[in-house]
RNA sequence: GGUCCCGUAGCUCAGCUGGAUAGAGCAGCUCACUUCUAAUGAGCAGGCCUCAGGUUCGAAUCCUGACGGGAUCACCA
């Protein structure tokens, strides 16, 4: 039984609360207590205090008198301004840090959940960038932790491998492409699509400048711009309407998507040539960033899928037609709009595609949770889908969750791709890795290790820097970051951590032998070693709460703190010449464990420890 | 304009279902390597927790309203 589940019952008794039919255990607050005061645990009495009918001190000593008399490991008590210090006997530590070293696992139940997590789905015109990032360390890790906590959990992503954009790289690689391939110009299959995107880009600009100085131009112009608009103003304005309705290149990417969509033979070869190269660059980027998929889903398989449930369900008026043929859902009532979910041509909409995919994946793997990992710009669109299910009273749709977060804004603002400010993600961790390098080298401590693993090395700390960074922020909250100040490796880092996880490694090796396993008289147990025993003993709520909230920030935290507050263990104490053999035995058997748990907890944010560094 | 998210030190962020004097890191200034890895530790300095009300024994935390920033409100995805 937990601390706090033998408090709570010896309250319960305290009270009489089961006469009552009530339970107190959720009101008992337990923290450990804080440096300034003498005990290890504090309880929060003021709750208590009504019921007692006495004072909050009274209450206090009460309870702790109470306490000290029922609860087998409680030692001895203090009361100060209604918060009562409770200090723990010698074995609850000794207990803490055998039950750790012998069970290595953490003890989590099973929760006999089937979870499918969505993350990255990127498009295949152009390679992935800091944005996608966050997406796929934030997908990745909350896989990890649901794992972890006990859920069975797959990792899917849709990758929007069609549609119009996906032709305008194409027709570019056509019209000016020469025959270039990954091979012929080494470069990167994504970064060669993404530039051939660029050149449609510039190509559809060179082009709408003309078409603006010319006699269609100029009419168009005089026909539609409002009273006092700028001409800059207005063709800013019409940039969409030009490339529907007048432009050369964009009729020619409209046709190349209606090909695509008859099935040309030509086109869809094409195609496939084309997403293949952007494939084997994204497996790259994966690989490096050390992720993988379980499940692919492909937007060219699924654009169509969504359609029959809307016919189906539209018998059953659960959507309306209106006059065009178009058809809606009104969600009203929930506080959102009317909802398109089938044009009046008949075609899907993105929202289709949604409903259509949840129901497959429903289907294919019975998921009771299905988490979206998508930025807070769909907000919308994610409440009005989970909406839309709930109404068709789909048996998964109250497990649906968007996990949404923030945009990873530069500090002159949001990312473009128009103004070539989008930070590539390939060049990024070549970059923290090469900062990483760069800091080793100043470090006498690396000259014996041979080069092939002071390289792994690099990467290993230089990634574990730009994931830490990254995943260390609450995912709601936009973030910023500079490009031009790299990434730090000192204070609240990844590498940070790892250097505790080094220097116990390097203790480890040290001792040499196996360690053998604690049994007692370690009998003046220090109060930094009873901080680290408390939050060792946390770590397995932590990670219930950061499934919960699906918030790796919480991990990383709890990362941070335990690494804090061993580098302060490590200047204050001498491990392997302890003062005493007990002693020695006790602290080696804590450093292991705390290593196991820091690689256990940075794993969970998809972070690898190095042996040295 | 409607809806949603965010607002804590110069900067980047913690602060759990309300609990003791609001915490870290970076940047700035001191100090500590003949020692188990100094990518470390100890210290100094830095705060109307955006503002105003409300609930409470107690509010950075919950509620309401302002203000500031962002997103979104397409027969785009």
Excluded at 343 to 371: F, L, P, W
């Amino acid at each position: 039984m937990t601390l706090k589940a033998s408090i709570a019952s010896a309250i319960n008794t305290f009270f009489h609360s089961e006469r009552e039919g009530i339970d107190l255990s959720n009101k008992i607050v337990l923290n450990s207590t804080r440096k300034e005061f003498d005990g290890d645990y504090t309880l929060v009495v003021f709750p208590f205090s009504k019921m007692a009918k006495k004072s909050p001190q009274d209450t206090a000593e009460a309870i702790g008198e109470y306490l000290k008399e029922n609860v087998e490991i409680i030692e001895d008590f203090n009361v100060i301004k209604g918060f009562l210090n409770l200090s723990l006997k010698q074995e609850h530590w000794t207990k803490v840090l055998t039950d750790l070293s012998t069970s290595e696992e953490i003890t989590i139940p099973k929760k006999d959940k089937k979870v499918i997590v969505e993350f990255s789905s990127p498009n295949t015109n152009k390679p992935l960038h800091l944005g996608h990032i966050r997406n796929i360390l934030l997908g990745w890790s909350i896989s990890k932790i649901l794992k972890s906590a006990g859920y069975d959990v797959l990792n899917t992503q849709i990758v929007n491998d069609r549609g119009i954009a996906v032709c305008k790289s194409m027709l570019a690689w056509q019209l000016y492409g020469d025959g270039e391939t990954p091979e012929s110009s080494g470069i990167k299959g994504d970064h060669l699509i993404g530039k051939y995107y660029v050149i449609f880009s510039k190509k559809i600009k060179e082009e709408y400048a003309q078409w603006q100085k010319s006699e269609e131009g100029s009419r168009v112009k005089a026909e539609q711009i409002k009273d006092g608009e700028e001409a800059s103003v207005f063709f800013k304005r019409y940039e969409n309407t030009y490339f529907n309705e007048y432009s050369k290149l964009g009729l020619q990417a409209k046709e190349m998507l209606q090909k695509w969509e008859q099935n040309d033979t030509e086109i869809r070869a094409l195609w496939k040539k084309m997403n293949d190269w952007v494939y084997a660059g994204f497996e790259i980027t994966y690989n490096n960033l050390g992720v993988h998929f379980d499940k692919l889903y492909y937007e060219s398989d699924t654009y169509l899928l969504g359609k029959d449930i809307i016919e189906e369900e539209l018998k059953v008026n659960q959507f309306y037609k209106k006059d065009d043929g178009s058809v809606w859902m009104d969600l009203e009532d929930v506080g959102l709009d009317h909802k398109l979910v089938l044009r009046s041509d008949g075609t899907s909409v993105y929202m289709t595609q949604d409903i259509g995919t949840a129901e497959k994946r429903y289907e294919n793997h019975g998921a009771e949770k299905m988490i979206y990992v998508v930025g807070n710009e769909q907000d919308y669109h994610f409440k009005a889908l989970f909406e839309i299910l709930k109404k068709l009273g789909r048996p998964y749709a109250d497990g649906l969750y968007h996990l949404s977060y923030g945009m990873v804004d530069l500090p002159s603002g949001r990312m473009k791709s128009r103004e070539g400010t989008v930070v590539d993600a390939d060049d990024l961790m070549n970059e923290v890795i090469g900062e990483a390098a760069k800091n080793a080298s100043e470090r006498e401590i690396q000259l014996d290790i041979p080069e092939a693993e002071k390289t792994e090395i690099n990467r290993k700390v230089g990634m574990a820097a730009l994931k830490y960074f990254i995943l260390k922020v609450n995912p709601k909250k936009r973030m910023v970051f500079d490009p031009k100040e790299s990434v730090d490796m000192k204070g609240d880092t990844g590498p940070y951590i790892q250097n505790a996880f080094v220097r116990i490694q390097s203790i480890l090796r040290n001792y040499g032998d196996e360690i053998p396993t604690y049994t007692k008289g370690y009998t003046d147990i220090k109060e930094i070693e009873k901080e680290l025993l408390v939050l060792l003993d946390g770590y397995p709520r932590v990670i219930e709460e950061a499934a919960a909230q699906y918030d790796p920030s919480q991990i990383a935290s709890f990362s941070y703190q335990l690494a804090k507050t061993y580098h302060r263990f490590y200047n204050d104490v001498r491990i392997l010449k302890a003062e005493s053999e007990e002693a020695k035995s006790f602290r080696l058997n804590l450093c292991r464990v705390i290593g196991i748990k820091l690689a256990h907890s940075m794993d969970l944010l998809g972070v690898e420890m190095p042996e040295k560094m």
